[in-house]
Each structure stands twice: as structure tokens, then as C-alpha cells.
């Protein structure tokens, strides 16, 4: 743990040149939900039901009780890991993966979210860029050029990074505007050595305020279903999961639009949480 001053943060949009460095620590943030979601879906009485079935066939035909049992948990397991990416996509979305190129190349790149605590210390932050040995095999290399276009540029949605000294610590994911006032977070990352420092509470805090200032009115996350982290985070910040609660007839039909992921028979894989701004 790196005691971290969250006055010295900047916010900026993720470029080009950021990419690689935010998968790394989106596959370091998801590590084991992918796991924990799966063995969520094995669990379901309707899952097990249906392995028991497939299983009491099996035993007639392979003569062996552990084979029997093995064979189709094996199965779908290995099911289960090869679809579940295209399901679950990016925290919510229903797109198998995101288009960082695209979002790096959205709007105005040199914009930032407002950090409260730079105004409250009164210093301003900066950025510098990181220090990095060329090697010859660098010089061979090249970044992709690809042409990017208005329309896979509304599509892509936003990527913010919280960049302190040329250091990226963590990320924040926010989908494109899809319905007129309501914006979508996908997912929020904080670098391992910098966790329960407020820096996701400073990403979603500063992100909530540049859609209200936007015009946006409710902010939809969905948290993956076995992940009670992520539930509290949400929860602690003023968001409420949907079905909670007496909502009223407009609530209602705003949340209709907004339904969790569904995975293998129709088992939800996240929970929606929802804020009014």
C-alpha cells in the first residue's frame, strides 16, 4: 500500500500511448471474477438440476461414477469460459470488448475532470511524461494508425485516467450516449498499490459531475453478481441497486430499460445500480 495525495491526481483522457498500460490494469482489476462468476452459474439449483440429469445418463454409458460427475462440469466450465467474455463484456456492456482505439480519439483529448482536493489544497496538478528507454527493437516498432471516424467515434464511449507524475493508477470506463440523460459507468480500476485511497471514489465522483454538468440525470453501473466489494463501493457512494426500494412510475420505467447481463440459462451475471444526479 503507497499512501497516495489525491491533490496531485490529474484526470485526463486515456490516449493512444496509455492503452497497453490500462489493459494491464483492467486484467489485473478482473482478476478472478471471471471464476467467481462461474462458479456463481454452477451453483444455480436449475444449473445443478440439469448436471445431475446429464450425469445419471453418463453413469450408464462410462460405467464410472466419477466420470460421470466430472465430465459435464468439465464441459461447461470450458463453455462457460469462452462465452462468458462475450456476455459480460466491459462490466455491463454487452459488447465483447471495447474499442480502446476509438475511445482514445474521441472529442477534446486534452480534457480533464475537476479534482476537488487539487482546489481544495490550492496546488495544481501536473503531469509528466514517464521516463522510458529506447531499445533498437522500439525504434522497428510502430503504433497502428488506423483511421477512426465520427461514427466509431460516438459509438467508442470514454475512457478517463488518473495520472499522477507520468503514472497511470487507475481508470474509469463510461459507455456512449445511448438514451437522452442517462449515462452508463462500466468500470472502475484502482492499481493494486493504491486501493482503499479514494481513488475510485475521486474517478466516479469527478466523472458524475462532468455528465451533470452535461445535462445527464441518472447514472447506471452494473457490479458483477458475486462481487460484494464493489456492491459496498457503490452503495457507500449514494447508488441503489434496482428493485430496491419503493420506485415510483417514472423510476420504473427508466429502470425497465436498464436489465442486468444474463449468462448461461438466463442467470443474471451483474447487479444495476443506479444514482440520480
Request: hydrophobic share 35%.
Amino acid at each position: 500500500m503507497v499512501r497516495l495525495e489525491l491533490d496531485k491526481v490529474v484526470m485526463r483522457r486515456m490516449k493512444e500511448d496509455d492503452i497497453e498500460m490500462v489493459k494491464a490494469l483492467i486484467k489485473e482489476g478482473c482478476e478472478g471474477t471471471e471464476n467467481r462468476l462461474i462458479l456463481h452459474v454452477l451453483t444455480r439449483p436449475l444449473c445443478l438440476f440439469i448436471l445431475a440429469v446429464i450425469s445419471s445418463v453418463l453413469r450408464c454409458l462410462v460405467h464410472s461414477f466419477i466420470l460421470a460427475l466430472a465430465i459435464p462440469v468439465f464441459l461447461l466450465i470450458i463453455f462457460l469460459k469462452i462465452t462468458m467474455p462475450r456476455s459480460t463484456g466491459v462490466l455491463g456492456s454487452s459488447r465483447p470488448y471495447w474499442d480502446y482505439v476509438g475511445s482514445s480519439y474521441r472529442g477534446t483529448q486534452d480534457e480533464t475532470l475537476q479534482n476537488p482536493f487539487s482546489r481544495i489544497s490550492g496546488k495544481t496538478p501536473g503531469t509528466k511524461k514517464p521516463r522510458r528507454k529506447i531499445t533498437p527493437k522500439d525504434k522497428d516498432k510502430e503504433l497502428p494508425t488506423e483511421n477512426v471516424s465520427p461514427e466509431r467515434e460516438q459509438e467508442a464511449g470514454l475512457v478517463w485516467v488518473a495520472d499522477c507524475d507520468g503514472e497511470i493508477l487507475g481508470c474509469i470506463f463510461r459507455e456512449s450516449e445511448k438514451r437522452a440523460d442517462i449515462r452508463r459507468i462500466c468500470r472502475v480500476v484502482a492499481g493494486s498499490w493504491y486501493r482503499r485511497e479514494g481513488l475510485g471514489r475521486l474517478l466516479v465522483h469527478s466523472l458524475e459531475q462532468r455528465e451533470m454538468e452535461a445535462g445527464a440525470l441518472r447514472v447506471y453501473t452494473h457490479v458483477p453478481f458475486p462481487s460484494k466489494l464493489g456492491e459496498a463501493f457503490f452503495r457507500k457512494l449514494g447508488y441503489r441497486q434496482i428493485g430496491e426500494g419503493t420506485d415510483d412510475e417514472e423510476d420504473f420505467e427508466k429502470n425497465k430499460l436498464e436489465t442486468p447481463e444474463r449468462g448461461f440459462l438466463g442467470h443474471p451475471l451483474t447487479k444495476v445500480f443506479y444514482k440520480d444526479l
